[in-house]
């Protein structure tokens, strides 16, 4: 069984950055995409940034020039570097895995979810 498990988030200023890292344990395989989603308080889960196994990437245009995804196959893990922090970047951030044949910015494309960790960004 795959397991994902967040870490990093907190507290930032507006402007400031903040790192996440996702670790992915279990049976993964070639060809696991993992990507970030984020939900803010009364809204729906929106998709943030995703990379493909070989290092393909898909952002959402809110955070593109702003957020970097990384990955190391080795380790199995992600990380997210989010750079110039706006306070509508607030949000619990999930780290997703699953194996669509490219990023996909769907939720249903992607199986395994880790709990979510918390990133407010103050203004």
């Known amino acids: 069984q795959v397991q994902l498990e967040e870490s990093g988030g907190g507290l930032v200023q507006a402007g400031g950055s903040l790192r996440l890292s996702c670790e992915a344990s279990?049976?993964?395989?070639?060809?696991?995409?993992l990507a970030w989603f984020r939900q803010a308080p009364g809204k729906e889960r929106e998709f943030v940034i995703a990379?493909?196994?070989?290092?393909?990437?898909l952002a959402a245009d809110s955070v593109k020039g702003r957020y970097t995804i990384s990955r190391d196959n080795n380790d199995n893990t992600m990380s997210l570097q989010m750079d110039n922090a706006k306070p509508e970047d607030t949000a619990l951030y999930y780290c997703a895995g699953g194996y669509p044949q490219r990023p996909t910015a769907r939720r249903n494309d992607y199986t395994y979810w880790g709990q979510g960790i918390q990133v407010t960004v103050a203004s």
């Open positions: 279990g049976p993964t395989g070639s060809g696991f995409t």
């Open positions: 990379s493909g196994y070989t290092g393909d990437v």
